[in-house]
């Protein structure tokens, strides 16, 4: 069992940055891969990053974020950089033990609780 816990969301302004948090428990999260996906109001669940023996991204946040990992800390995090209000979103981190077709949301057995990211222009 895995249980991850989110942090690090809160109200930035265009071009600032973030750095989301996903601290997980249980033994086997650093063999497990890790995912990052967002939800806007209105919108369905989208993939945003995941780390697994590579670092994927969606287009849309390329050269903007960065995900990162210390297993020592069983911690993931997501680095936002240059934000824009359309990356306003809740926003998810998933863990499973598979290591393919990461952007797909049914590939990940934990999910956290959400942390709420607000971009204001």
């Known amino acids: 069992q895995v249980q991850l816990v989110e942090s690090g969301g809160g109200l930035v302004q265009v071009g600032g940055s973030l750095r989301l948090s996903c601290a997980a428990s249980?033994?086997?999260?650093?063999?497990?891969?890790v995912g990052w996906f967002r939800q806007a109001p209105g919108k369905e669940r989208e993939f945003v990053a995941a780390?697994?023996?590579?670092?994927y991204y969606t287009d849309s946040v390329k050269g903007r974020f960065t995900i990162s990992r210390d297993n020592a800390k069983n911690t993931v995090y997501l680095q936002m950089n240059n934000l824009k209000p359309e990356d306003t979103a809740v926003y998810y981190c998933a863990a499973g033990p598979g290591h393919a077709f990461l952007s797909n949301s049914r590939r990940y057995d934990y999910w956290g609780q959400g942390t709420q990211v607000t971009v204001s222009s």
């Open positions: 249980g033994r086997t999260f650093s063999s497990y891969a």
């Open positions: 780390i697994s023996w590579s670092t």
